[in-house]
Structure formats: C-alpha cells, structure tokens
C-alpha cells in the first residue's frame, strides 16, 4: 500500500510556471507506476501524464506535450510535473495516482491509490 501527498498547486499567470511534487510513503515507491491526472469543476477526471516505475516510459495528453514534463525521483519516493506555459484551461485539481501493475492507459479508474490533490489556477 502506498499513501500520496500532492504539493506545489497555487495561483499564476497566464505563460507561468508551477511544479507540482507527490510525495508517497512506503518503501516500494520504485515498484509503482505513476500517473498525474486533473479535474475541473463540473467535468470529468482527465489524464495528464504518465511515468513507469524505473521512469524510463513516458506517455502525455496531447494537450499538455511541448508544456508539461513528469519526472520521478525513486531515492525520494516523490514524482513531479513540471508544467510551463500554463493556460487558463489547466486550472483544474491536480491528483497523482499510483499503480502496481503496468499501466500507461488514461482511465483513471485503473488506478489503485490517490492524493488528495492540489489545486491550480491560471489567472491573470
């Protein structure tokens, strides 16, 4: 079992930038796939990015390609989504996701554990 603690959500402008950290506890983090998904107010849960548990697989939404960047570091159990050139549209909660068993897919019910979420608004 492992626990998710999302950080690093806030306000900025239109064109900044925001990197978002999922801490999780355990000691089998490097034996999780991950996944960052987000949801707006009224609208379904969508898949943003995705990283394998060695980190050497990497899947976006094409919404976010060019912009967004997920990265792991396994020595500190955390994942992290660099997001540059936010947009108004990316205002959103903001969860990861964990998963034992490889999954690159963008359903988010395949997903077994879940933070809490951070919350991102792009605002000028």
């Known amino acids: 079992q492992v626990q998710l603690v999302e950080s690093g959500g806030g306000l900025v402008q239109p064109g900044g930038s925001l990197r978002l950290s999922c801490a999780a506890s355990?000691?089998?983090?490097?034996?999780?796939?991950m996944a960052w998904f987000r949801q707006a107010p009224g609208k379904e849960r969508d898949f943003v990015t995705f990283?394998?548990?060695?980190?050497?697989?990497?899947r976006s939404a094409d919404f976010v390609k060019g912009r967004f960047t997920i990265s792991r570091d396994n020595a500190r159990n955390t994942v992290y989504l660099q997001m540059n050139s936010l947009k108004p549209e990316d205002t959103a909660i903001y969860y990861c996701?964990?998963?034992?068993?490889?999954?690159?897919?963008?359903?988010?019910?395949?997903?077994?554990?879940w933070g809490q979420g951070t919350q991102v608004t792009v605002s000028s």
């Open positions: 990283i394998s548990s060695n980190g050497r697989i990497t």
């Open positions: 355990g000691r089998t983090f490097d034996a999780y796939n």
């Open positions: 996701a964990a998963k034992a068993a490889y999954y690159s897919g963008s359903d988010w019910r395949a997903y077994d554990y």
